[in-house]
C-alpha cells in the first residue's frame, strides 16, 4: 500500500465562495476560522446546500460571528427541530486574531468578510479576510487588469 496523496490545489474541498469579495474589497490578510454548526447543517452542507455570497462578519461581545449565510435544509431533516437557514454562526479564532481583527475594524476602518467555505480533516472551515472597500476606478482597473492577463494568454497560447 502507498503513501496517500495530499489534496493540494485541488477545490473538490470547497464548499461555497464569495466571488463578490475579490470585485468589492482589496483582501489583505486572511484567518482560518472554524464554524459551529448544528447536526442538520453539515448534512445540508453534505449535500451542497451552502451559501455565503451575501454573508458578511460582525463582532458582538468580543466575539466573531457569521452573520447571512444560507444554508438550506435538507427535506429529511428532523421535524422535532426548527430549521433556521440564515441565521448567525459563531466563528471559532484564538484569542490574538480576534484582537488582531477588532483592532483593525476599529482603529484602521477595515472591514471582515468571508472568502471561502470548505472542509478541512471532517471539519467545517470559513477563510474570512480583513479588507478595504474598493472604490469604482479600482474596480474598473481591476477588471482592465484581468481583461490584459486574458488576451496576454490567448496570444501566448496561439504564438
Known amino acids: 500500500m502507498g503513501k496517500a496523496k495530499k489534496n493540494n490545489g485541488n477545490t473538490d474541498n470547497t464548499i461555497a465562495l464569495n466571488r463578490k469579495a475579490k470585485h468589492n474589497y482589496h483582501l489583505?490578510?486572511?484567518?482560518?476560522?472554524g464554524l459551529v454548526l448544528q447536526g442538520w447543517e453539515v448534512k445540508s452542507i453534505r449535500?451542497?446546500?451552502?451559501?455565503?455570497?451575501?454573508?458578511?462578519?460582525?463582532?458582538?461581545?468580543?466575539?466573531?460571528?457569521?452573520?447571512n449565510s444560507i444554508i438550506s435544509p435538507l427535506i429529511s431533516t428532523s421535524?422535532?427541530?426548527?430549521?433556521?437557514?440564515?441565521?448567525?454562526?459563531?466563528?471559532?479564532?484564538?484569542?490574538?486574531?480576534?484582537?488582531?481583527l477588532v483592532g483593525a475594524i476599529e482603529r484602521k476602518g477595515y472591514t471582515i468578510v468571508?472568502?471561502?467555505m470548505y472542509w478541512?480533516?471532517?471539519?467545517?472551515?470559513?477563510?474570512?479576510?480583513?479588507?478595504?472597500g474598493k472604490k469604482d476606478y479600482d474596480k474598473r482597473a481591476s477588471q482592465k487588469?484581468?481583461?490584459?492577463?486574458?488576451?496576454?494568454?490567448?496570444l501566448f497560447k496561439r504564438g
Open 28 to 33: 489583505e490578510n486572511r484567518f482560518e476560522a
Open 47 to 67: 449535500a451542497g446546500k451552502g451559501q455565503i455570497s451575501e454573508a458578511h462578519v460582525i463582532v458582538r461581545r468580543g466575539e466573531i460571528w457569521l452573520v
Open 79 to 100: 421535524t422535532h427541530i426548527k430549521a433556521d437557514d440564515s441565521r448567525s454562526r459563531k466563528l471559532l479564532l484564538h484569542k490574538k486574531e480576534i484582537s488582531q
Open 114 to 116: 468571508p472568502t471561502i
Open 120 to 132: 478541512k480533516n471532517n471539519r467545517v472551515k470559513v477563510e474570512v479576510a480583513l479588507a478595504k
Open 145 to 154: 487588469d484581468q481583461d490584459w492577463k486574458r488576451d496576454k494568454a490567448r
